[in-house]
């Protein structure tokens, strides 16, 4: 077993040694599970890997794969889908170049994900960006907000 797994497990209490919870921390500590952990865990407790990748998948909390430094979230709660959270995202997609079922772009700038109703209906159609609330988004307006964040990221690193 791997010292991170192994340190990782002894960290926890022993009556809270439980799949979840061990899942739990490496996603706190790494932002994402690896691929080889769970092929290591699935091995340490004899849990078949697939049931692993199942309770993987099945919380949203849970990433298998390293996030973009920025996080856009596009709402799909109902009054942001009905006027037009859908073409806001594929322009987000477009203009990312996000591969089919991926969500992070490739450069590692951005993550997109869909997220059901923040609670700020009136502003719809929204995204969040990096916590931040933007309303009444247009799907045109997309390409300047990317740009936005290309320069932001290129300006820190010039710092
Ligand atoms: S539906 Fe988008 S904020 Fe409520």
């Not at 919870?21 to 690896?34: A, H, K, S, T, Y």
């Amino acid at each position: 077993m791997s010292t991170y797994l192994k340190e990782l497990i002894e960290k926890l209490p022993e009556n809270e040694r439980l799949l979840i919870n061990i899942l739990n921390c490496v996603q706190e500590e790494r932002g994402f599970i690896p691929q080889p952990l769970l092929t290591e865990l699935a091995e340490r407790t004899g849990v078949p890997e697939s049931q692993l990748h199942s309770l993987v998948s099945f919380f949203n909390s849970f990433r298998t794969k390293s996030a973009g430094k920025h996080r856009i979230c596009v709402c799909y709660g109902t009054a942001c889908y009905a006027r037009g959270a859908p073409l806001i995202y594929d322009r987000l997609a477009d203009e990312l170049e996000l591969d089919d079922g991926d969500d992070t772009s490739p450069d590692g700038l951005v993550t997109v994900e869909k997220v059901y109703c923040v609670g700020a209906c009136n502003q719809a159609p929204l995204i969040v960006e990096d916590g931040q609330i933007k309303g009444k988004i247009k799907s045109y307006q997309v390409p300047f907000l990317i740009k936005e964040l290309r320069k932001k990221d290129q300006d820190g690193r010039n710092e």
